[in-house]
């Protein structure tokens, strides 16, 4: 399976400009290159939110919309699946009481390169931003069989065959504890994932940092090593599993937002299990980049668990 995500330094509501953003990186991708493309959380309108009021603009009807045009475009364009994060709204009922009102999410859509719609999710565990304009997924986590094949087919019988893999989707936030209260070894997302037989986790992201400005630009091209670490404890129990390996795509976002976010990058793309953690590619903290693998090559780094934990 190739695989592509894009790391973008989005600007807040600037949807159009972001959209040339991601456009640029894809300029030199023909179709056939990638089988699966992933972008950010919020790719397009931006992260950091203030309020309803201020992101009300920005909303986008489930499943159409801006995000979701671009993403179907793409898609046909490039012969590719194709995620991405948007702010959704429902349409509610103006007219008839008994219809729900309409209700926002924090939302990925995955379409197939004939435009259909294979998967939509909704973020489960909302960080403080998204508390103050969304609500937190009606149907909780989400896996599907999209259909991929994470190893080239073996026989003609095979390439006949309808071959999918088991992926599950998440948003940033769903990755940490509960409200940042749930007990830490729950594990909500990770141990999900291996008790629903996840071959393939994919994580559209808008991770934050602490980092200021200046520690940011010092080495942009380096990912936070801080960062990369934090996230591989937080799917501890799929590195450890002895019973397989699952893919991962974790596509963050990279720049700056008012007021005082800043996002962490370090959009990374690997393969973990038996106790491993190996890499075929990383962004740095700083930089916009498009990161394409085939995972029929080997990664090239690798990390492993210790008893304590993951060490390099």
């Excluded at 490039?78 to 702010?87: A, M, N, Q, S």
């Excluded at 719609?117 to 999209?146: F, M, N, P, Q, V």
């Excluded at 080997?298 to 492993?304: I, K, N, Q, T």
């Amino acid at each position: 399976m190739r695989i592509a995500c894009i790391q973008l330094a989005s600007e807040l509501g600037k949807i159009q400009e972001n959209i040339r953003r991601a456009d640029v990186l894809l300029e030199h991708l023909s179709p056939g290159q990638c089988d699966l493309l992933v972008l950010p959380e919020l790719a397009f309108s931006g992260y950091n939110f203030p309020s309803l009021d201020a992101i009300r603009p920005f909303l986008e009807p489930t499943a159409r919309g801006a995000s979701a045009t671009w993403a179907r475009d793409t898609a046909r364009r490039l012969d590719c699946i194709v995620t991405v994060g948007y702010p959704e709204i429902t349409v509610g009922s103006k007219v008839d009481p008994t219809m729900p009102a309409s209700i926002c999410y924090n939302s990925t859509i995955t379409v197939s390169a004939q435009g259909d719609t294979l998967a939509h999710y909704r973020k489960t565990h909302l960080y403080y931003t998204d508390e103050t304009w969304a609500s937190e997924s009606d149907t909780k986590w989400l896996t599907i069989g999209l259909p991929l094949s994470l190893s080239p087919p073996s026989s003609v019988a095979q390439r006949t065959q309808d071959r999918t893999t088991q992926t599950t989707f998440g948003i940033c936030m769903d990755l940490n504890p509960y409200q940042f209260t749930a007990p830490w070894t729950l594990y909500e997302l990770a141990s999900y994932s291996l008790n629903s037989s996840t071959q393939l986790l994919v994580l559209s992201m808008a991770w934050l940092t602490h980092r200021t400005s200046s520690e940011l630009l010092e080495s942009p091209g380096d990912p936070d090593l801080e960062t990369l670490n934090y996230w591989v404890e937080r799917i501890v129990p799929l590195v450890k599993n002895r019973e397989g390996e699952v893919v991962v795509v974790f596509a963050n976002r990279c720049g700056e937002e008012p007021i005082d976010a800043r996002y962490a990058g370090t959009s990374w793309i690997g393969r973990v299990g038996f106790g491993k953690v190996k890499i075929w590619d990383t962004a740095g903290k700083a930089e916009e980049k498009l990161l394409l693998i085939d995972t029929d090559h080997d990664p090239e780094y690798e990390l492993r668990t210790s008893g304590t934990g993951i060490s390099s």
